[in-house]
């Protein structure tokens, strides 16, 4: 029992290690450790101090190389390595007790011939402390003292001393790299080598009862230690078992344990020193840890232990493995390996926190990771992205982070494909490596995209193909087909019938219908209730992808407070502009009746909601609605019109609105037919047919513009060359009553649409309609000319009259003219006409042709507001 613990205080030699452990941390920054190997950053190198050596050869002393006075008894009891003294007073005592050692001071050599690499110095060691949990009762300052000392005499002459009265405390150790435990003292003894130091340990006591005297001390040694540095410290990944395998080379030392020893006034006398001893430290969560000698000679087994010292803790936990060689000398060149688990454990790419393996070029993507350290300590995430031909991109870095937490990366933009995310995590003491697969992929609109019909109907045909040639078509994707124009007067919204109860939503107009990046979809919403009851209520926003489709994007909104009041019978009118960002669906609400504003933000959804990719989808707005009394909950909701969400389009950028829309689905080969209501489309003038689409992965078309086609719907005249303007062909003057044709000579510009128009001739007088015929007009074939003649008698009364032709498909006056009535006419040239309010690019014609007076006209009992005359023509 007395060599084991005289073993185990000869463990603690190795404690110098913890000191520098903490040192060396802030002398090897990362970024100095990654630069020195670029071309080995998957086997990094690691800090040298994770692993260390300490050596040094030793003399102990027990309680046998002691005396003491008195001699022990059950207050000192020895241990064999020192002694502890115990004193709990039942009644009042007094007395003292002394223990001497007496310690030969044995040299190192002198030079490059030492008893070891590098030891130079000589430490006496030993321990003085109180031991927890007991105590020194009594002070200097009141006869109740008891207290404990140690002194080393050099001879007569005093070297050290420390006097506690009270408990002894935590000091800082003379010799630090030798001496770590605070219960320990060490002096450098260097300068007394030859000669005899005594090391006295006194206790005293001047106690009444129930008084405590309480000491440990022993544990003496002589060593001269040293510390071998590690020059090197890989750690390589095995893919197979997960494993980091981490080696480290020692430098290499001697020991020699004899040496001649000057003795003062008696000559050189040679001495042994008894053992020579090294020990290891490695971090404790390392495992598997094994030590090999490149030298002779073989490495005695060890003995295991964990350093407790408290800067041994520092930065983490070490366990050291202790030999004691019984050679006289030998050479030793150690190298210590180590395992730990792959720091990575897992990996993903997120957006979010949603796992998502199919992307977009260029989109922002998490790299999420979970780390399992064995030493919590920073280091350097670094992300490649690696395509399957070889391209690599990266690594992006992230440094003095824990590989824990979600990265961001930008996603390659080429090539198409499958793709690697591999991430490395590199610090001093750990590594890992993980990867995952992603599809980066994009759809377009293949070649062939063709459209037919007329102004109240169009069909669009087209295929949909993903733009990589891995993988061909986009079978089933889902398909949206949109008419967008700038000039126009024509609206998209619907409106809904009365719900039976509570309040309801009367209609949904969406104001452009497409929006961009910076750029808000702009919702009115119609709020009504139908009772005398004064309600309250709020209205939930979810987007779906396709109808009936929720996925958890949604966000709720207050009908009243903070922004408005309960709701009293009648309708209410909400403007809601909608923006897309970082996944989530952003709305500003406003009540016109007041112009107050909330915001809401929606939560996360799954699939998530891109805000990078183009798209479309809808709406599935709920009224929640109560008595503002209180009474029974009722529910309400309707689906909105589609919406299209677009990076690039010149209609888009200029304010363009969403005249008509239709979602479908393509067949297995990708190919779509879609046909839309488009009663408006005739006021469109400039059309662009836009398809979205969206597969079962989510990818979406890329930034490219969506524009599958494009028209002008405008009318022109006869010509195929020249101003793109109708024309009108009749007299500019005529008689009271007098019979007038007038020809419409038009040309439907459309490249690819049947126009099927109802046109108005309207005479005026001022703002004050007088007269009116319609005739209905079509199929006007696209790219052909048309006459159509109107006949109307001229007005009754004198004056001059603005003759405007109108179609409200059309959605403005096309053409007007000017037309005098008068006693007698001075000329029968046909007039020139005025043009006002139309669209340049597309086209009809219209002729005047003058009739004689055959018919009577009728009653001018009709006043309406009508338009000035010779207005200006409408720009398209």
């Known amino acids: 029992m007395v060599r084991v613990i005289t073993l185990f205080a000869l463990l603690l030699i190795l404690l110098p290690l913890a000191l520098p452990i903490a040192e060396s941390y802030q002398k090897f920054p990362l970024a100095t450790l990654a630069s020195a190997s670029p071309s080995r950053s998957q086997d990094p190198f690691g800090t040298v101090t994770a692993f260390n050596a300490t050596y040094a050869v030793m003399n102990t002393y027990t309680d046998a190389n002691a005396t003491s006075s008195p001699p022990p008894d059950a207050t000192l009891v020895h241990t064999g390595s020192g002694y502890k003294f115990l004193l709990d007073t039942t009644a009042a005592r007094i007395g003292t007790q002394s223990i001497n050692y007496t310690v030969t001071i044995i040299g190192t050599g002198s030079g490059t011939v030492r008893v070891c690499t590098g030891c130079s110095r000589v430490i006496l060691r030993f321990d003085f402390f109180t031991p927890p949990g007991t105590r020194i009762d009594g002070s200097s300052t009141n006869p109740d003292v008891a207290n404990a000392t140690y002194t080393i005499f050099k001879g007569a002459t005093r070297l050290l001393s420390e006097n506690d009265s009270q408990t002894i405390q935590m000091r800082t150790a003379s010799v630090a790299a030798s001496c770590p435990e605070s219960t320990q003292v060490c002096y450098d003894a260097t300068n007394s ?8 340990f006194r206790f005293g006591w001047n106690l009444p009862a129930s008084k405590e005297l309480s000491v440990q001390v022993g544990n003496v040694a002589l060593l001269a230690p040293n510390l071998a540095n590690a020059n090197m410290h890989q750690m390589v990944l095995n893919s197979a078992t997960n494993k980091v395998l981490h080696t480290a080379n020692m430098t290499s030392f001697n020991f020699n344990r004899t040496v001649t020893t000057p003795i003062p006034g008696n000559g050189n006398k040679n001495f042994n020193w008894t053992l020579f001893q090294v020990t290891l430290y490695y971090p404790t969560p390392y495992t598997s840890f094994t030590e090999t000698n490149a030298t002779g000679p073989p490495l005695p087994a060890g003995t295991t232990g964990f350093c407790l010292a408290p800067d041994c803790k520092s930065l983490f ?20 390996t180590a395992q730990t688990t792959n720091t990575l454990r897992s990996i993903s790419a997120v957006i979010g926190n949603l796992p998502q393996t199919h992307w977009q070029p260029s989109e922002s993507l998490g790299v999420k990771l979970n780390d399992t350290l064995s030493v919590q300590q920073p280091g350097t995430v670094g992300i490649t992205q690696i395509h399957s031909s070889g391209k690599t991109v990266g690594p992006t870095q992230t440094q003095n982070t824990l590989g824990n937490g979600t990265f961001p990366i930008t996603v390659a933009t080429s090539p198409l494909g499958s793709w690697n995310v591999n991430a490395t995590f590199t610090s001093l003491y750990d590594y890992g490596a993980n990867s995952t697969s992603i599809f980066i992929e994009h759809l377009k609109l293949a070649q062939g995209f063709t459209y037919s019909g007329d102004n109240s109907r169009i069909t669009a045909t087209g295929t949909i193909d993903h733009e990589s040639s891995t993988l061909g078509p986009a079978p089933g994707a889902s398909v949206a087909v949109f008419g967008i124009s700038t000039l126009t007067s024509g609206n998209y919204s619907q409106s809904f019938a009365p719900a039976s109860a509570g309040l309801y939503i009367h209609n949904i107009t969406f104001v452009n219908g497409a929006f961009t990046l910076g750029r808000p979809l702009i919702i009115y919403l119609g709020i009504v209730n139908p009772s005398s009851t004064v309600m309250v209520g709020n209205l939930t926003i979810s987007h779906e992808f396709l109808s009936d489709g929720p996925h958890g994007v949604n966000a709720t909104f207050s009908l009243d407070k903070p922004i408005d009041t309960p709701l009293q019978q009648g309708s209410r009118i909400y403007e809601v502009d909608v923006t897309f960002s970082n996944g989530l669906m952003n709305l500003k609400v406003t009540t016109l009746r007041t112009g107050a504003q909330t915001t809401a933000t929606s939560s996360s959804g799954a699939p998530p909601l891109f805000d990078t990719r183009q798209q479309f989808g809808l709406f599935n707005m709920t009224v929640t609605s109560q008595p503002q009394a209180g009474g029974q909950r009722t529910i309400n909701s309707h689906e909105s019109q ?29 190919a779509f037919t879609i046909t839309t209501d488009s009663a408006p489309i005739s006021q469109a003038r400039h059309l662009a047919l836009i398809v979205l689409a969206r597969d079962a992965n989510g990818i979406t078309l890329g930034n490219q513009d969506p524009t599958g086609a494009s028209d002008n719907l405008v009318l022109c005249g006869p010509l195929t060359s ?82 405007s032709f109108f179609s409200p498909e059309y959605g403005a006056p096309i053409i007007a003219t000017t037309l005098n009535v008068v006693i007698i006419p001075t000329t029968l040239q046909i007039a020139i006409p005025v043009i006002i309010g139309i669209a340049v690019a597309a086209g009809f014609a219209f002729f005047f042709r003058r009739r004689r007076p055959s018919v009577t006209e009728p009653a001018e009992k009709t006043k309406q507001t009508g338009p000035k005359a010779g207005p200006k023509p409408r720009n398209p």
């Open 193 to 200: 080598i030859g000669f005899n130091l005594t090391l006295v």
């Open 317 to 336: 936990n070490a366990t050291f493995v202790s030999m004691t060689f019984s050679q006289l000398n030998g050479n030793l060149q150690l190298t210590m």
């Open 642 to 670: 589609p919406f299209a969400y677009i990076f690039s389009n010149s209609l888009i950028a200029q304010g363009g609105r969403v005249l008509a829309a239709k979602i479908g689905q393509a067949d297995s080969q990708g």
């Open 722 to 803: 020249g101003t793109c303007q109708p024309s009108l062909e009749g007299p500019t003057e005529a008689t009271s009553r007098q019979s007038l044709t007038v020809t419409l000579k038009v040309r439907n510009n459309s490249t690819k649409l049947v126009m099927n128009l109802n046109i108005t001739l309207q005479v005026f007088s001022g703002t004050n309609l007088v007269s009116q015929t319609t005739q209905r007009t079509g199929p006007m074939q696209p790219g052909a000319s048309y006459n159509f003649p109107f006949t109307f008698n001229a007005p009754s009364s004198l004056g001059s009259y603005t003759v």
